[in-house]
């Protein structure tokens, strides 16, 4: 099995809001983990958002970021199969066995988008390796969505974060620019918080939750 995972992400801080903590696990356990953050940051930060998005995820021990340089919040506006197509390329080059993306039912039309496109460019083909997807929660979109049960983020697969919950912290410190204070959920402590949840869930200190979209036993 290929020891390659893609987290795709949609703009900067996705990535490590969302698995920060698996991240590092599966990097500590032999893995090689991509960093894809597909849209460009903030108009107000973005001359200088990448040199943080090297920073955080450098803190959790992600050798490479790619940066697709899509327009932030418009990823509606370009043709999805030109999304489809960077996102095959990626796949073509680095043969992950897992994806990590967003969940389908976020509030944020970026993130929607980008599901769709790693579902589509990810499709299971005859002949071709099986890749596994499964999507992370965000704070600020994903508990925000409408809930309905064809929207709702349903966590059916639980990492324990214990031994990783103070990287993710120290992570997200380099995307300041992109917290709020609490008790907005995309606070330091709204995010050590769900965590908590996640963790009593399943019986640990912290977990990060994850919805399984596709996975397959060969």
Not at 51 to 68: G, S, T, W
Not at 150 to 155: A, E, M, N, V
Request: net charge neutral.
């Amino acid at each position: 099995m290929s020891k390659n995972v893609l987290v795709i992400a949609a703009h900067p801080d996705d990535e490590i809001l969302g698995s920060a903590g698996t991240i590092m696990k599966l990097v500590n356990n032999g893995y090689k983990v991509i960093s894809v953050i597909a849209a460009k940051g903030r108009k107000e930060e973005e001359h200088h958002i990448n040199q943080f998005i090297l920073k955080a995820n450098k803190q959790i021990r992600v050798e490479e970021v790619i940066f697709l340089e899509l327009p932030n919040l418009l990823l509606e506006t370009i043709p999805l199969k030109e999304i489809n197509k960077s996102i095959e390329a990626l796949l073509s080059k680095y043969d992950p066995s897992i994806i990590f993306t967003h969940h389908y039912g976020d509030i944020n039309r970026d993130h929607q988008i980008l599901f769709q496109a790693v579902l589509t460019a990810a499709r299971p083909l005859p002949g071709k390796k099986p890749i596994e997807i499964i999507c992370f929660e965000t704070v600020s979109s994903s508990e925000w969505s409408q809930h309905t049960t064809d929207k709702d983020f349903k966590p059916n697969y639980f990492v324990d974060v214990t031994d990783t919950i103070d990287d993710k912290i120290k992570a997200l410190q380099h995307y300041d620019v992109e917290m709020r204070p609490f008790p907005h959920p995309r606070s330091y402590e709204g995010i050590k918080y769900l965590a908590r949840v996640r963790g009593m869930t399943v019986g640990v200190e912290y977990a990060e939750a994850f919805e399984i979209i596709r996975r397959v036993w060969k």
